[in-house]
């Protein structure tokens, strides 16, 4: 009897493949990488609705821009609030004008927001013109 073939039962070959702790390490780059694609479409997500937003409040700003250059209004250095709808929603604006340092120039300043005008109300958007005075 020869010992060939008993010894290519009991040698063990080398399985090739990955052992389970290459699986875990692969799988947990996986995982970051997902949780990083997910985290940067939210921010992409939540970007497109403020995007939105600022759109509006640019058209109202403008409305009102458009509607003092035809009223001719020479601006009040105080803030004249007052809101108008856009796109079913409410949107609060406030001009004022600003001295420039020039006689008969000021600045005319519109701010719009979202919420009603209180004490540390922010703007969505500022838009701002000069007014020549005749």
């Known amino acids: 009897m020869t010992a060939g073939p008993l010894l290519r039962i009991c040698v063990m070959t080398r399985v090739k493949g990955m052992t389970l702790l290459e699986v875990l390490v692969a799988l947990a780059i996986f995982s970051l990488a997902a949780l990083a694609l997910l985290q940067s479409l939210g921010q992409l997500a939540s970007g497109t609705g403020r995007l939105a937003d600022k759109y509006w409040a640019d058209t109202v700003a403008e ?35 600003v001295e420039s340092g020039q006689p008969g120039v000021r600045v005319l300043e519109v701010e719009v927001s979202a919420q009603p005008w209180q004490r540390d109300s922010t703007a969505v958007t500022t838009l701002q013109t000069w007014v020549v005075q005749k």
């Open 63 to 97: 409305n009102q821009l458009v509607a003092l250059k035809l009223q001719n209004v020479w601006p009040a250095l105080r803030w004249t609030q007052g809101e108008s709808e856009q796109a079913g929603q409410t949107w609060y604006w406030r001009w004022r004008g």
